[in-house]
């Protein structure tokens, strides 16, 4: 992956070596703001605001992808569970994992998403 110049140490942690933010201490977790969540690293589109939900996990959780082929699942049997995480399909950036268990949300998934993988682009009005 071609790291952007830009990123902090703490977003390549998560971006490039799958680390976790603390749960609870993302910037985006309480954003309420129309717009795009893109790939802080190359800048892709990846979830609309209008996806996002309050999941009560700790993290930005989003319903679905902002259009098909945006995110790449990928199976995840690291610390002895199985998992699905969620890459940047442009640029293979960690963003988080995705979880079948939002019953009350259309997709029914829950893609959990660290705040430090993603940027902002507010739409003006």
């Given at each position: 992956m071609k790291t952007n110049p830009k990123l902090t140490p703490e977003q390549v942690k998560v971006l490039q070596e799958k680390a976790t933010e603390a749960p609870f201490t993302g910037k985006y977790l309480h954003n309420e703001k129309d717009g795009m969540y893109t790939c802080a690293n190359c800048g892709a589109e990846l979830f609309a605001s209008g996806t996002k939900f309050d999941s009560g996990s700790g993290w930005p959780s989003f319903y679905d992808v902002a259009k098909s082929g945006a995110v790449?699942?990928?199976?995840?049997?690291?610390?002895g569970m199985t998992r699905t995480e969620a890459v940047c399909a442009n640029c293979g950036g960690h963003l988080g994992h995705v979880f079948d268990d939002a019953y009350d949300q259309p997709t029914g998934?829950?893609?959990c998403i660290n705040s430090l993988s993603l940027d902002f682009k507010e739409t003006k009005k």
């Open positions: 790449k699942l990928i199976d995840d049997v690291s610390m998934q829950r893609y």
